[in-house]
């Protein structure tokens, strides 16, 4: 019940197009959801963040959608660029404290 | 930017011995946080601690493990005796409010040999 599902897996995008990664939980006491990018050999870094009171939340290119109901969010890049090749990572907790993450998403951004 | 750090960055031992990691949390903050990553692998949570005591931690966090806050500005883990699967990057993490963001540093990369 404490599994934050993610997918896909990897993801290979063209310049300009959107990249979509979804995200699913079980644990309804779950009520903070960041996402985390990563890139190769540094640390995860707060990319944005949504709590479950709101169905949406935008910044520059990229935007959390929130299905309450559903249990699932979902992160949209748009306009994707090269520098967003990265690893990102879904998460969830409870109040705070200890975070729960996804298994993470390899996105390749080509040109 | 205030920012986490991490000493070491790599760091390679001998099966059984102790190793400890070290980290500076954002000067204002006092939720932290360690986490560990093996390769290709999730994020996965190990201890949180405020107060200067645990506040939570996970199946992963046995008695080999353990969290310090020797001084006002360091947080170490400690491992008494690595195991070979030990081998991972640890990420520190600290937290203003303990509520929403936590910020990660670049990770100690541990090797167990």
């Known amino acids: 019940q404490q599994q934050v599902k993610q997918s896909p897996q990897s993801l290979i995008v063209q310049k300009g197009g959107i990249s979509i990664i979804n995200c699913a939980y079980e644990?309804?006491?779950?009520?903070?959801f960041p996402w985390y990018q990563q890139f190769p050999g540094k640390g995860p870094a707060l990319l944005i963040a949504?709590?479950?009171?709101?169905s949406e939340k935008k910044e520059g290119r990229f935007t959390i959608s929130f299905n309450k109901s559903a249990k699932q969010f979902s992160l949209h890049i748009m306009d994707s660029q090269p520098g967003d090749s990265a690893t990102y990572f879904c998460?969830?907790?409870?109040?705070?404290?200890?975070?729960?993450f996804g298994t993470g998403t390899q996105l390749k951004v080509e040109l | 930017e205030p920012e986490v750090t991490q000493t070491p960055s790599h760091q390679v031992t001998q099966m059984g011995q102790e190793v400890i990691l070290r980290c500076v949390p954002i000067?204002?903050?006092?939720?932290f946080y360690w986490y560990r990553q093996i390769l290709g692998q999730k994020v996965e949570f190990l201890v949180s601690?405020?107060?200067?005591?645990?506040?939570?931690k996970s199946e992963i966090f046995d008695d080999q493990f353990s969290v310090e806050r020797p001084d006002g500005s360091n947080f170490t883990l400690k491992i008494r005796s690595t195991k070979l699967e030990d081998s991972a990057m640890y990420f520190c993490?600290?937290?203003?409010?303990?509520?929403?963001?936590?910020?990660f540093g670049p990770g100690t990369r541990l090797l167990v040999l």
């Open positions: 644990n309804t006491a779950f009520d903070y």
């Open positions: 601690f405020y107060n200067n005591e645990i506040s939570e």
């Open positions: 000067s204002n903050h006092l939720y």
């Open positions: 949504i709590r479950p009171d709101v």
């Open positions: 998460a969830a907790t409870p109040g705070g404290n200890k975070l729960t």
């Open positions: 993490a600290s937290s203003e409010t303990g509520w929403e963001t936590q910020y």
